[in-house]
């Protein structure tokens, strides 16, 4: 498989690929791809790394896994692509994102507005087999999405987490809240913002107000 990876991210993150838990990652997602239909399209794979150059890295939002049904993943955690019917979770987003900001829920739940201005839309699986959610867990790329936030952590310094739920806050207990910016609330599907902790979180808001304070140009959301 060949890597398609914006060169400064290549850079950033070469000594992972050449591990071998990484080239075995690969090999697997070469068969699976060959084998069966799976999420998001293989150009698709590395899609978060390829929306900004890593000297413009503003916020990381970390996802689970892929959405397995067809026409979805884009390879962007939340993010659907123009035309398909918002999932759950990305409706509750985008209903938080109206009640904080007042921003419209906007026509298409494709976020590659947000990641072209320097928000990292990070799952921490970034493939699926069609139909099979968490298929392709336990294959390393946890291991690789590990590594990937714990560089960012230890190599920058004021970048905003958006920890969405236990799993992502878990797999955030690494990040320096001294050097960083950490905001957690409950994840935004129905089964846990129904019950509180979502709704409300001012997330949007409260990240902008941080990049304002800190000389960047905020998040049009």
Request: proline share 5%; net charge neutral.
């Amino acid at each position: 498989m060949h890597l398609n990876i914006e060169s400064s991210w290549q850079k950033y993150l070469s000594e992972e690929f050449t591990k071998p838990y990484f080239v075995e990652l690969l090999s697997f997602i070469d068969n699976e791809y060959s084998a069966q239909v799976c999420y998001p399209p293989k150009s698709l794979i590395f899609n978060a790394f390829n929306q900004f150059p890593l000297g413009d890295l503003k916020v990381v939002i970390i996802g689970q896994d892929p959405y397995h049904g067809p026409g979805q993943a884009n390879g962007l955690c939340f993010s659907v692509n123009d035309g398909v019917k918002f999932p759950p979770s990305l409706a509750n987003i985008f209903k938080e994102l109206k009640s904080d900001l007042g921003i419209d829920i906007p026509f298409s739940g494709n976020l590659e507005r947000w990641a072209k201005q320097g928000v990292l839309l990070l799952n921490a699986t970034l493939s699926v087999e069609a139909g099979k959610a968490a298929s392709h867990q336990k294959k390393g790329w946890e291991t690789f999405t590990d590594a990937v936030i714990k560089k960012i952590n230890d190599s920058q310094s004021g970048v905003v987490f958006l920890l969405w739920g236990s799993y992502a806050q878990k797999k955030g207990e690494i990040i320096d809240s001294n050097k960083h910016f950490v905001l957690k609330a409950k994840h935004p599907s129905p089964l846990s913002a129904n019950f509180g902790g979502w709704f409300g979180n001012k997330h949007f808001s409260q990240t902008n107000t941080y990049l304002i304070t800190n000389g960047k140009t905020p998040i049009s959301w």
